[in-house]
């Protein structure tokens, strides 16, 4: 019923050649992660900030000829002691031979709430990429923020996402072409879509609102109402990465929709009509020869593909969060450690109960909390539909497969993406609820019809991977003022879009606070909008009441 995909691209590393110019003792240089090489200048000491296309090497001299070279891209380490003359110019390094060692820990956990730190002015909970983003935004239009998380920056799907920008994927998930596939890949038991069934009667629920938002008119104005979102961010994103001196984390190779028949190209064709009708380009290819010219390696089955140049990426989901953190931080702002379990109208504020009892008041609060975000909600007595979509992926070594874009295999429900952390193959979607364990059989699947399409793809040494996607059953998130407060206000249910739509949902929230009218409508994105007029009413007389 929904083949939610994570979507991403960004350059890998094949090998490094490494001009060596050092005298003695060791050196810390700057080397790119492409196959170009970086010269290595003689005696350079300082460590520059690691980028998201950076990473840093250290050569220690062992003996005369032996030494050891340490590389570190975002979160990867790779550790190789061979015999290398340092000296000699263009010594090269297969990224293959290189055996991963333990990395530094990528982010620390953030200091637990102090005891004095009782109010705020605006407390943003949920420290994932849409919550970093509107936490930066609000500082820099002169609010003093604080954000607060469970667990650390970036600790659940912000962390193992594809890295997307999809800026072209418009379509809303609740379509009557996912209906139609839904009843083939439920058959499958790992499938791009399964339901585990003790979970369906709560979830049924759901999924009645998203048969009602796959009704033609609304996936109209759905689609509408996604392009008008896509193209703030599109416009709003560069400008997210450059306050934070993470520019060069973006990424723009496109993305290539892979299909096994011009049967199932020419089925497609609505969505890219509807596509074209909002200004997004894109070129339909035909035959492998043509394929084969944007990606190579690719298996005969694939006979047509849709490239869309539009498509941006960045280079590691988890180090943009977290280097957006850092310069939230750097400016004054403050993360903490602290579990919010519920929020009640104040007459000094909103105050929030913190799971250890202890209260925090602020005069405003942002709901950036992922899939965890209805439970606060619940506690103003609003009721919005919030699932999770369980996804999975696998995280191949760098050299796993040389590829030059990310791949989507929508009638598999998979894509596979280059990150400077590795190859990434994952997608499809499980219903399980938050509690449930893991079922990493769906990413050994995921892994085996990746390997079937691309026959050149190395499956050893691969990380597995399950995450939680909000989501919301018309694919729209809910970005708005609590029906019960005002002071209270939503941002969550982004679904596999979060990354996608992080800075312009920040500078909606950041508009919405500071009294000034939006760039855009926001009424479809209303968090009462699935609410019936019966308990609309019932919710403004219950705001009323708490004035």
């Known amino acids: 019923m929904i083949a939610a995909i994570a979507q991403c691209l960004a350059r890998g590393m094949r090998a490094l050649r490494i001009g060596w110019r050092i005298e003695r003792g060791s050196v810390t240089m700057n080397v790119s992660p492409t196959s170009t090489i970086a010269e290595v200048p003689d005696r350079q000491r300082e460590l520059a900030r690691l980028r998201g296309n950076r990473g840093i090497a250290t050569w220690t001299r062992i003996g005369a000829r032996n030494s050891r070279v340490s590389l570190r891209f ?22 293959a031979r290189l055996k991963p060692v333990p990395p530094d820990p990528p982010d620390s956990l953030p200091q637990a709430l102090l005891a004095t730190e009782k109010s705020c002015d605006v407390l943003v909970i949920g420290a994932g990429i849409v919550g970093v983003a509107i936490a930066l935004r609000l500082q820099q239009e002169g609010q003093n923020v604080l954000l607060i998380d469970r667990e650390r920056v970036a600790a659940q799907s912000s962390r193992g996402n594809a890295g997307a920008l999809a800026f072209a994927d418009i379509l809303p998930l609740a379509s009557p072409g996912i209906l139609r596939k839904a009843p083939r890949w439920l058959l499958d038991p790992l499938g791009p879509l399964a339901i585990r069934p003790r979970y369906f009667p709560r979830l049924a629920p759901w999924l ?34 450059a306050l934070a001196g993470a520019s060069d984390m973006l990424r723009s190779e496109g993305a290539l929709h892979l299909y096994e028949s011009e049967a199932e190209l020419e089925a497609s064709q609505p969505g890219w009509q509807a596509r074209a009708d909002h200004g997004i380009a894109f070129t339909h290819l035909h035959g492998a020869q043509a394929i084969a010219e944007l990606q190579p390696g690719l298996s005969g089955a694939l006979v047509a593909a849709t490239f869309v140049p539009r498509w941006r990426t960045v280079s590691d989901p988890l180090l943009v969060t977290q280097v957006l953190a850092r310069a939230f931080e750097q400016r004054g702002g403050r993360i903490r450690r602290a579990n919010a379990a519920a929020l009640a109208p104040g007459a000094e504020g909103v105050t929030v109960q913190l799971s250890d009892g ?55 429900g998979f894509v596979v993406t280059p990150l400077a952390c590795g190859v990434r193959v994952g997608g499809a979607v499980e219903f399980a609820g938050l509690d449930a364990p893991p079922n990493y059989a769906r990413s050994a699947a995921l892994l085996a019809k990746a390997k079937h399409f691309m026959p050149g793809l190395r499956t050893e040494g691969g990380t597995q991977w399950m995450g939680f996607r909000p989501s919301l059953p018309d694919s729209l998130p809910a970005i708005g003022p609590a029906a019960t407060d005002q002071r209270v206000i939503y941002a969550f249910g982004h679904g596999h879009l979060g990354l996608t739509q992080a800075a312009a949902t920040a500078r909606l929230v950041a508009d919405i606070v500071g009294g000034r009218p939006p760039p855009l409508d926001l009424a479809p994105f209303s968090p009462q909008r699935f609410a019936s007029a019966r308990r609309r009413t019932q919710l403004q007389t219950v705001a009323r009441a708490s004035e």
Do not use: C
């Not at 190789?80 to 110019?89: E, H, I, Q, S, V």
């Not at 109209?220 to 994103?237: F, I, K, V």
């Not at 999975?392 to 989507?408: C, E, G, I």
């Open 358 to 412: 202890r209260l925090l008041v602020a005069r405003r609060v942002v709901v950036a909390a992922g899939a965890w975000s209805h439970h606060l909600a619940r506690t103003l007595a609003e009721h919005i539909p919030l699932e999770t979509e369980r996804g999975y992926n696998t995280t191949l070594p760098v050299d796993a497969f040389d590829l030059k874009r990310q791949l989507t295999f929508g009638g598999h």
């Open 208 to 241: 009645f609102r998203f048969w009602r938002a796959s009704q033609r008119h609304r996936v109209r104005a759905g689609t509408a109402a996604q392009a008008a979102l896509m193209n703030l961010s599109a416009d709003e994103t560069p400008s997210m990465l």
């Open 74 to 95: 975002g979160s990867n380490a790779f550790d190789a002691k061979r015999n290398l003359d340092p000296r000699t110019p263009g010594s090269t390094l297969a990224a």
